[in-house]
C-alpha cells in the first residue's frame, strides 16, 4: 500500500484567510480524493483530484472555496478558502489504485478557524 | 446512489467480550466492502475488506461477514482488548466506482 504523508497536521487560522493543506504518497497511484470529515461525523467527499486537470467536485462543493491541484501521480493540494469558523473541521487525503480496491487514507489535518 | 446505514452509533463493552458492527447497503451492484479503524487524531485506517463473491473472511481477532442477498455486512470482533477502543466506519463500493459511500461510523469503547 501507498503511504500518504499530510501536512500540516493541524492549524489555526484566522477567519477570512486561506490554507493550503498538501498530501505526498510514496509511490503512484490512480486516484486521490479529499474528504472533509466535521466533528463526530462520517467522511464526506469533496473532490477527486485529477491529475492534469481540473478536479471533479461533489455536490455541494465548488473550486472558489476548495481549489485542488494535482500535478503529477503522487501529489496534491486542498485549499480552504476564505475561511469561516464552520470550516473547521477534519480534512483527508486519500488514494486508490482504481474500481473496487482499497483506498488508504493519511493522518488528516486538524483545522480550527477563530 | 448508494446509502450505507451502520448501527449502532456507540458501543461499550468488556475487555474479552465480543463487538458486532452492522451494516445495510441499497445499491445490489455494490461489490466491495471495506472496513476502518480510525483512532482519535488519526486518518482511517484499512483492517478488513470482503468481496461480493465470499460470504466471510478472517483476519485474526476480527472477521466480516456479508449477505448479499439481504445487503447487509457486519464486523466482529472477538476477545476484544482496550486498543480496539476507535471508531469504526463501513464502506460499499461497486465496479466501476472507485469511491467508496461511509457509513456514519461506530464508537467502540472496551473498557479493562
Known amino acids: 500500500s501507498a503511504v500518504i504523508s499530510q501536512k500540516p497536521s493541524r492549524d489555526i487560522c484566522q477567519r477570512g484567510t486561506s490554507l493550503t493543506i498538501q498530501c505526498q504518497v510514496d509511490?503512484?497511484?490512480?486516484?486521490m480524493f479529499w474528504y472533509r470529515q466535521q466533528p463526530g461525523q462520517s467522511l464526506t467527499l469533496i473532490a477527486t483530484?485529477?491529475?492534469?486537470?481540473?478536479?471533479?467536485?461533489e455536490s455541494g462543493f465548488v473550486i472558489d472555496k476548495f481549489p485542488i491541484s494535482r500535478p503529477n501521480l503522487t501529489f496534491s493540494t486542498l485549499t480552504v478558502s476564505n475561511m469561516s469558523p464552520e470550516d473547521s473541521s477534519i480534512y483527508l487525503c486519500?488514494?486508490?489504485?482504481?474500481?473496487?480496491?482499497?483506498?488508504?487514507f493519511g493522518q488528516g489535518t486538524r483545522l480550527t478557524v477563530v | 446512489g448508494e446509502n450505507v446505514e451502520q448501527h449502532p452509533s456507540t458501543l461499550s463493552v468488556q475487555e474479552g467480550d465480543s463487538a458486532v458492527i452492522k451494516c445495510t447497503y441499497s445499491?445490489?451492484?455494490?461489490?466491495?466492502f471495506p472496513w476502518y479503524k480510525q483512532e482519535l487524531g488519526k486518518g482511517p485506517q484499512l483492517i478488513i475488506d470482503?468481496?461480493?463473491?465470499?460470504g466471510e473472511k478472517k483476519d485474526q481477532r476480527i472477521a466480516v461477514t456479508l449477505n448479499k442477498t439481504a445487503k447487509h455486512f457486519s464486523l466482529h470482533i472477538t476477545e476484544t482488548q482496550p486498543e480496539d477502543s476507535a471508531v469504526y466506519f463501513c464502506?460499499?463500493?461497486?465496479?466501476?466506482?472507485?469511491?467508496?459511500?461511509f457509513g456514519r461510523g461506530t464508537s467502540l469503547i472496551v473498557h479493562p
Open positions: 486519500s488514494d486508490s489504485q482504481g474500481s473496487g480496491t482499497e483506498a488508504f
Open positions: 509511490s503512484q497511484v490512480t486516484m
Open positions: 483530484a485529477n491529475q492534469g486537470s481540473e478536479a471533479t467536485y
Open positions: 445499491d445490489s451492484a455494490s461489490n466491495y
Open positions: 470482503i468481496r461480493s463473491n465470499v
Open positions: 464502506a460499499a463500493s461497486k465496479g466501476g466506482s472507485y469511491i467508496p459511500t
